[in-house]
Antibody, heavy 123, light 111 residues
Framework: EVQLLESGGGLVQPGGSLRLSCAASGFTFNKYAMTWVRQAPGKGLEWVSGIGGSGRSTYYADSVKGRFTNSRDNSRNTVYLQMNSLRAEDTAVYYC????????????????WGQGTLVTVSS | QSVLTQPPSVSAAPGQKVTISCSGSSSNIGNNYVSWYQQLPGTAPKLLIY???NRPSGIPDRFSGSKSATSATLGITGLQNGDEADYYC????????????FGAGTKVTVL
């Protein structure tokens, strides 16, 4: 059974930093890309970042580029999201999801999701 | 403003059918497969449809997807109270953003 467990959320002041973790189990971790999606309170889903199976390729939404860093440790089956220079608009539930992509990106979807971790940026 | 356009809400009585549209462009839906996600109140999203019209294991055939040109549609037949949720379409956008994009979501209400 695929399981994804996020941790690391909490309250942080504007300009501060936070590192989220997502521990995965139930699948061959290093063979799959992973992604982070966030949802602000009462709002829709927003894709944040993706990372390839080896960790060499990373992708970011314009809203977080230069501030967030996506990485993974395949020996620990864990993906991380380092968030720096946090802003009030980064307040959201952050979900990690297993990503299945093939056909040169023609097919791209998130087949398993974690329960999410809440990040609140406020003074 | 989302790159993919969905109606904010749809509603129908139990047992009826609803359809949710997702309109995009050639840089997203027009050249990539679409997936749909269901988010029940207070829970994480769940994959409902992938590759335009495929259902993951465990998803009932009351849920269906289709795509034509730059638009996609999610259909739910035999509507049940448990289907009341937010539904999101998603796909990769290779335009200016070059990122994965979601629609703003559609709230399905069972009357």
């Amino acid at each position: 059974e695929v399981q994804l467990l996020e941790s690391g959320g909490g309250l942080v002041q504007p300009g501060g930093s936070l590192r989220l973790s997502c521990a995965a189990s139930g699948f061959t971790f290093n063979k799959y890309a992973m992604t982070w999606v966030r949802q602000a309170p009462g709002k829709g889903l927003e894709w944040v970042s993706g990372i390839g199976g080896s960790g060499r390729s990373t992708y970011y939404a314009d809203s977080v580029k230069g501030r967030f860093t996506n990485s993974r440790d395949n020996s620990r089956n864990t993906v991380y999201l380092q968030m720096n220079s946090l802003r009030a608009e980064d307040t959201a539930v952050y979900y990690c999801a297993k990503r299945t992509v093939y056909g040169s990106g023609l097919s791209d979807y998130f087949d398993y999701w974690g329960q999410g971790t809440l990040v609140t940026v406020s003074s | 403003q989302s790159v993919l356009t969905q109606p904010p809400s749809v509603s129908a009585a139990p047992g009826q059918k609803v359809t949710i549209s997702c309109s995009g462009s050639s840089s997203n839906i027009g050249n990539n497969y679409v997936s749909w996600y269901q988010q029940l109140p207070g829970t994480a999203p769940k994959l409902l449809i992938y590759d335009n019209n495929n259902r993951p294991s465990g998803i009932p055939d009351r849920f269906s997807g289709s795509k034509s040109a730059t638009s996609a549609t999610l259909g739910i037949t035999g509507l049940q109270n448990g289907d009341e949720a937010d539904y999101y379409c998603g796909t990769w956008d290779s335009g200016l953003s070059d990122s994965y994009v979601f629609g703003a979501g559609t709230k399905v209400t069972v009357l």
